[in-house]
């Protein structure tokens, strides 16, 4: 069923975000690799930086919609942890055992520990993509909506 192949416990981190990248490297540099496998599972290939996305939003000026992507190829220190990139479609509680996440592509992974921080749903110009070509394409459109927009309401 899961990447529980060994006994070693399974944690796992649900959410690439602004919480979930940061507790994920602080486990990776905390857990001990040969009781625990360190597990982050995330939609995004890449980590997106919410605060910088403002701007990257209504302007291309600077390249700043490129820099708000970011790559985890440096979040799990000493390659301590795997990454997943997936969406958890549901997760079953097993009670004191833990349980198991299930992805959108039908993969099951179990757990002993779960940490689940996948952030909030947004409106509008937030409402970015999961892969960096579409992302890309996104950002590019919304520029193009501001730059033919006469008014902007800001709410
Ligand atoms: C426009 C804007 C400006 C902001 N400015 C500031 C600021 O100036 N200062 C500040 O402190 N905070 C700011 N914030 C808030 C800050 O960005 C959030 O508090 C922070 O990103 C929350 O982190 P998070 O990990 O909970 O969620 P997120 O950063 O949203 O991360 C959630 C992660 O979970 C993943 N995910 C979601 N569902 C699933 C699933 N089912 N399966 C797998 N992965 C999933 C997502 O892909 C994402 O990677 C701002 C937010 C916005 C939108």
Redesign the pocket.
């Known amino acids: 069923m899961s990447k529980s192949s060994d006994n070693r416990q399974n944690v796992v981190v649900?959410?690439?975000?602004?919480?979930?990248?940061p507790t994920a490297r602080h486990l990776s540099t905390t857990l001990d690799p040969t009781k625990y496998n360190l597990i982050i599972?995330?939609?995004?290939p890449y980590?997106?930086h919410?605060?910088g996305?403002?701007r990257a939003t209504v302007t291309p000026e600077g390249d700043f919609h490129e820099q708000v992507t970011m790559p985890y190829d440096k979040l799990l220190v000493n390659g301590n942890g795997t990454l997943i990139t997936?969406?958890?479609?549901s997760m079953a509680d097993e009670g004191e055992e833990g349980g198991y996440v299930t992805l959108a592509n039908g993969e099951q992974i179990r757990y002993a520990v779960l940490v689940l921080?996948?952030?909030?749903h947004?409106e509008g110009p937030?409402v970015i993509p999961?892969t960096k070509p579409e992302t890309s394409q996104w950002f590019r459109d919304w520029h193009a909506k501001f730059e033919k927009a006469d008014d902007i309401l800001l709410q």
């Open positions: 649900v959410g690439g975000g602004g919480a979930g990248a599972i995330t939609a995004r980590f997106l919410l605060p996305s403002i997936g969406e958890v479609t921080v996948p952030g909030s947004w937030l999961t």
